[in-house]
């Protein structure tokens, strides 16, 4: 094999790239591709309208999809399914968003992987296989610590009038202050996940105002509390992480691993590179 399509896909967004032997890596991005949240129509019309893919100049052998939504067989067949019929390939692997995360900060070593973007995820990789896996409840019953638990708390903040005067002004500066407009678009329109994480930009532009440090650290917390603590493993193997949430507050993520006394890791913003790296001795 001489080419490979690799495709890590979250919730918010799908980062592509095509890696062909002695020569300079292709990258594409779209929107998230999530089983659980879109249809294979849905997936589909990501597909034509933002992947910008020409199979006369772009043809790859074989494509590696990642993908939150992606952890169940059927959900691989189905988005194998839909990559064959867009491609025109056979030779089509589907893995979960965890199994990325894990090929790409562990490779060949054991660790605890976390994922902390706009939803969250974790497990136990022994360097070859997922061994052990936390439930993970998705946006409505888990998902702590993620871009979408984080907004959450900071739109409860705004509406129960638990901010002061500053971050209730910041809040409507960045989100206007027409509530019922919010409510709709948090529970009318599609992906309410994705609207939830937007809110974490207040989080971000005012670091070190009490109530922003209180909701981080007690977000992050939740997180270690009911997924990281939970694996045995966590005192002996190192603590990996990737995403977005995980690359912007990796200063808490730091103090509460001190706090507990674990081994802290790598910490990438997206797993894409290490996949790369990961893939490339394949090629």
């Given amino acids: ?110 660790g605890i992987v976390c994922i902390l973007g706009t939803g969250s995820n974790s497990c136990f990789y022994n360097g070859k296989t997922i061994k052990e896996q ?50 709709r678009k948090l529970y009318r329109e599609p992906f309410p996940n994705r609207y939830l994480a937007q809110f974490v930009q207040l989080l971000v532009e005012n670091r070190g105002h009490y109530m922003v440090e209180n909701i981080l650290e007690d977000c992050l917390n939740d997180f270690f509390h009911n997924h990281i603590l939970k694996y045995r493993q966590s005192w002996k193997s190192p603590i990996h992480f990737t995403g977005s949430i995980a690359y912007l507050f990796q200063d808490i993520i730091l103090d509460i691993s001190h706090q507990y006394e674990l081994e802290l890791g790598k910490i990438e913003k997206s797993p894409i590179q290490g996949l790369m790296n990961y893939h490339k001795s394949s090629l």
């Fill in 134 to 183: 936390q439930a993970s409840l998705g946006y409505i019953a888990g998902d702590e610590g993620s871009g979408n638990h984080l907004g959450k708390r900071v739109l409860q903040y705004y509406a129960y009038k638990t901010f002061d005067l500053e971050l209730t002004l910041a809040f409507e500066k960045l989100f206007g202050n027409d509530l019922p407009e919010i409510l």
């Fill in 1 to 110: 094999m001489s080419s490979l399509l690799l495709a890590e896909s979250g919730s918010t967004k799908t980062d592509w790239c095509l890696i062909r032997k002695g020569k300079k890596p292709v990258e594409f991005r779209t929107t998230g591709i999530n089983p659980l949240l879109q249809s294979t129509e849905e997936i589909m019309s990501v597909l034509h309208n933002e992947l910008h893919w020409n199979p006369k100049i772009h043809a790859a052998e074989k494509i590696s999809f990642y993908g939150s939504g992606a952890g169940s067989a059927q959900r691989q067949k189905e988005i194998a399914a839909v990559l064959k019929k867009f491609f025109g390939s056979g030779a089509v692997e589907v893995q979960s968003d965890m199994m990325a995360a894990a090929r790409a900060l562990c490779g060949d070593q054991k």
